[in-house]
């Protein structure tokens, strides 16, 4: 694990400002559709996968945790990123 006197140059080695710096390029909208699609295909999941195992319901659960969080993380970075991109998005 880094120091923290070495962090800066671990995120220099791993090149994690140029990577923030291209996500920063994609329109905040993709990333709003990317997290809607995510919520919407694991509803569909949900909706279609039946209940009538264990098996398929602990599926149905594990699998919408992970697109819940990677879903609301996605609309929620789109959010910040507008902002950051100067769109429409206000703060009051």
Not at 50 to 64: K, N
Not at 73 to 81: K, Q, R
């Amino acid at each position: 694990m880094p120091t923290p006197s070495r962090a800066p140059a671990a995120a220099d080695d791993l090149k994690l400002l140029a990577i923030a710096e291209d996500l920063l390029n994609v329109p905040s909208g993709l990333i709003f559709l990317a997290g809607a699609a995510l919520l919407g295909g694991e509803a569909g999941l949900i909706y279609l996968v039946p209940d009538d195992s264990a098996a398929f319901v602990t599926l149905q659960a594990v699998t919408g945790v992970a697109a819940g969080l990677g879903g609301v993380t996605l609309l929620a970075t789109s959010y910040l990123f507008g902002l950051l991109q100067g769109g429409s998005a206000k703060v009051e």
